[in-house]
C-alpha cells in the first residue's frame, strides 16, 4: 500500500510538471505570435500568403538590375530617369499596393490580356463611341442585302452580343478604368496588352487614345500591374513608321513603373510589343527593323524589344522567322477559325518556335460572337458553354508549356471575347446573352484558376 501511494504521488507531480511546461511553451508561441509581422506568410494556409511579397521583391530586384545593365551601355540618362521615376512614384503609391495585396491576388506576369479603350459616351466624350458600332455588310452584295444595316443607338442598343455591368462606359472615366484594373488583378492577371494608335490615329470607328495611356498606367501601377503596346495596323505602317512609334513610346512611356519589361534568358529586361495584322506588311520591311543589318534596325539600340507577330496561317511562321520577329501570338478566340488559333496546331508551331529561337504565345479566350456588328458571321460564334469552353483553351495552352499565355481578351465587347463582367439585360428589341447561371465574375474567377494552375505546372516544367 506504501509503494502504491507514493508511485500515485509521483505520477500526479508529474502530470502537474508536465502541464506546467506544456503552458510555459505556449505562452512563448503566444508572444511570439503577438510580435510576428501583419503578412508574415507562414501565418496563411498552405504557405501562400507569401508569394505575392516574393514576387513583388523579385520584380524591384529585376527592376534594380535592369538598371544596372542598361548603365553599361548608352542609354546611361535615359535609364537613370527611369530608375529614379520608379523609385519615386513606387514610394508615394507603396500604401494603397500593400493594402491591395492583402485583399487581391497576386499578378500573374505572364498572363497578359489586350484591352481596349476605345469607348466613349456623352457624359465624359460628348457623344458614344464604339458603343454605337454600324452593322457591317458582307462582301457579297447578295448576301450583304439579306441583313439589317444602320448602327447601334446605345444605351440601350449597343454594339454587343452581351452587356457590361458598368454600361456603356467611357474609357476616359476614372472610376471605370480603376474598376478595370481591379477586375484584372482579381483574376491574377500581371499584364494589360494596351490597343495602341499613333498620336492622331485610330480606328475607323473611334478616336485618338494615346492621352489616355498616362491614366491607365498610373491606374495599373496602383495594382502592381504592368501595360504593354498591342500595335495596330495604322495608316502607312512600315519600318520607318514603326522605329518612330517605338521609340515614342519608349522616350514616352518607358520611365513609368508600370510599362513592362520581359526578363530574356540572356538577362536583359526589354520593352514587348504584340504587332496586330504584321502579315499585312511584307517580311522584307520588317527586317529593315528587326533583324541587326536592316537599314533601318532597332536591335542594339536603346530602343530594342521584343516584337510578337500575329500568326494566322501555317506559312506565316516562316514569314515571321524571316522578319526578325521574336515570337508569335494567335489572337483570335475561335478554335478552328484559322490555323494559328486551332488548338490542335499549337504543338507544332510551339515546336518550330522552339526550333528557331522564337516565343510562342497562345491566345486563349471564353468563346466568341461578334453578330451584333456582324450579323452574318453566325459560323464563327463559339459557345462559351458556361465556362467550359475558356477551361478548354486553357487546358490546351498549358500543353505546349508556354512562357507567356495571352487572354483575348478583356472587353473586346463587339467580338463576345470579354471576361470582364456581364450582366443579363432585356430592352424591347434586343435580349443580351450573359454569364447565368453564374455571377457577372465568372471569368475572373475562371481566369485567376487557370493563372494559379499555370504558376503550380510552371514550378515543375522547370524541375
Known sequence: ILNYDIMARFRRRTCIILLLFILFI????MALKTLRPDRAGFGDPFGLGLLPELQQRTVLLENKQNSLNRVQGDTVTHVNNFHSSAINTMKA??????KLEEELSSPNYNFHVFYYSWFGNPQFDGKYIHWNH???PHWDPKIANNYPKGRHNPPEDIGANFYPELGSYSSKDPSVIEAHMKQMRSASIGVIVLSWYPPGMADENGEPTDDLVPVILDFAHKYSLKVTFHIEPYKDRDDRSMYNNVKYII???GGHPAFYRY????????PMFYVYDSYVTIPEIWANLLTVSGSQTIRNTPYDGLFIALLVEERHKHDIHRSGFDGMYTYFATNGFSYGSS?????SLKAFC???N???IPSVGPGYIDTSIRPWNNHNTRNRVNGKYYETAFSAALLVRPEIISITSFNEWHEGTQIEKAVPKRTGQVVYLDYKPHKPNVYLELTQKWSEKYRKEKEQWLM
Open 93 to 98: 503609391s507603396m500604401p494603397p499596393v500593400i
Open 134 to 136: 454600324p452593322l457591317l
Open 343 to 347: 488548338h490542335h496546331n499549337w504543338a
Open 251 to 253: 522616350d514616352k512611356y
Open 26 to 29: 505556449c505562452s512563448i508561441m
Open 263 to 270: 526578363k530574356t534568358s540572356t538577362g536583359r529586361f526589354l
Open 358 to 360: 522564337l516565343m510562342f
Open 354 to 356: 522552339d526550333s528557331n
